[in-house]
C-alpha cells in the first residue's frame, strides 16, 4: 500500500550519480532535493547498491517513485508510420525498423516505448533492458513503488506540454547537453541533442536553433521555451532582437 499520498519521489539517474528529489503531488511548489549518491560503475550494476545509500535514513519504503534517466543513458527518436497502419504490431515494426537504420542494431537488448499514433509521428524511446531490470529490482529491494521509469526529455515534456506557445520550441538542459524539441503549431516535428559549450549565450542558441531549421525545413523560432539547468546566459534577457528570446519553464521534474 502506498504511504504519504501528498507526495512522491523522484530519483533522476545520470551516467555518474543519482539524485533523490521529494515532489509534491498538487501544487506548483519546486522539488526539493534530498540527498545526492556518487555511481562508482555504470548505472546497470552500479545502481542496487547505490539506491540503498541514496535512501538511507529517507523513510522511503511504500513511497511511490518515478524514476527519471539521462537521455544519456538510453535512446530517443521519431517514427512516421507506415501508410494504412491499424495495428500496433504495425507501429512496433516501424519503430523497430527506425531503430537499426539508426543505430545499426536490433532493438532485442532494449525495452522500447512510445506514444503509439498511428496518424502522425511519434516520439519512440528505448531502455536497455538491463537497466530497467535493474531499477525494478532494487526499488522492490527497498519497498518502493514505481510509478514510472522515462527519459528526462520526456519528463519535462510531460510536464510543461501544455504551456508551450503555439509557435515556440521547447530545450531541456542537463550536464551541459540541451535536448532542442522542433515544435511546429504545438506539435514535436523533432528532437536533437546539442553540446552547450562553455558561456553559452543567445547568439549560440540562436545559431544552433537557425542550423537545426535548415537541416529540417522549418522557420526558426521567435522563442524557446526552456527548462532544466539552464546556463545563466540563456536565463538572461537576450541582448539583441536578432537573437532569439527565451522563457524559463522550471525543472523538468
Request: aromatic share 6%; charged share 15%; hydrophobic share 55%.
Amino acid at each position: 500500500m502506498l504511504k504519504n499520498l501528498t507526495q512522491s519521489l523522484r530519483i533522476e539517474v545520470t551516467p555518474h550519480a543519482m539524485r533523490l528529489l521529494r515532489v509534491p503531488r498538487w501544487g506548483s511548489a519546486a522539488p526539493e532535493l534530498l540527498a545526492e549518491q556518487a555511481l562508482a560503475a555504470a548505472p546497470a550494476a552500479a545502481l542496487p547498491l547505490a539506491l540503498g545509500a541514496l535512501l538511507a535514513g529517507q523513510g522511503a519504503a511504500g513511497m511511490a517513485a518515478s524514476f527519471v534517466l539521462s537521455d544519456e543513458l538510453l535512446r530517443l527518436w521519431q517514427v512516421s508510420p507506415p501508410a494504412q497502419a491499424a495495428r500496433l504490431a504495425d507501429l512496433e515494426g516501424a519503430a523497430a525498423l527506425r531503430f537499426h537504420t539508426l543505430y545499426g542494431e536490433t532493438p532485442a537488448a532494449w525495452h522500447v516505448s512510445a506514444d503509439w499514433n498511428a496518424a502522425a509521428p511519434f516520439m519512440a524511446a528505448a531502455i536497455p533492458r538491463l537497466l530497467k531490470a535493474a531499477i525494478e529490482n532494487a526499488a522492490a529491494q527497498h519497498g518502493l513503488v514505481v510509478s514510472a521509469i522515462v527519459p528526462y526529455f520526456v519528463a519535462a515534456w510531460n510536464r510543461h506540454a501544455g504551456a508551450l506557445k503555439n509557435d515556440a520550441w521547447f530545450g531541456v538542459a542537463q550536464a551541459n547537453v540541451l535536448a532542442l524539441a522542433a515544435c511546429e503549431g504545438g506539435k514535436l516535428r523533432a528532437l536533437r541533442h546539442v553540446a552547450i559549450p562553455p558561456g553559452a549565450d543567445h547568439y549560440w542558441l540562436t545559431q544552433a536553433a537557425q542550423r537545426e531549421a535548415l537541416l529540417l525545413g522549418l522557420q526558426a523560432p521567435a522563442l524557446i521555451q526552456l527548462s532544466g539547468e539552464v546556463p545563466p546566459a540563456l536565463a538572461k534577457p537576450a541582448s539583441s532582437d536578432k537573437h532569439i528570446a527565451t522563457a524559463a519553464l522550471g525543472a523538468a521534474a
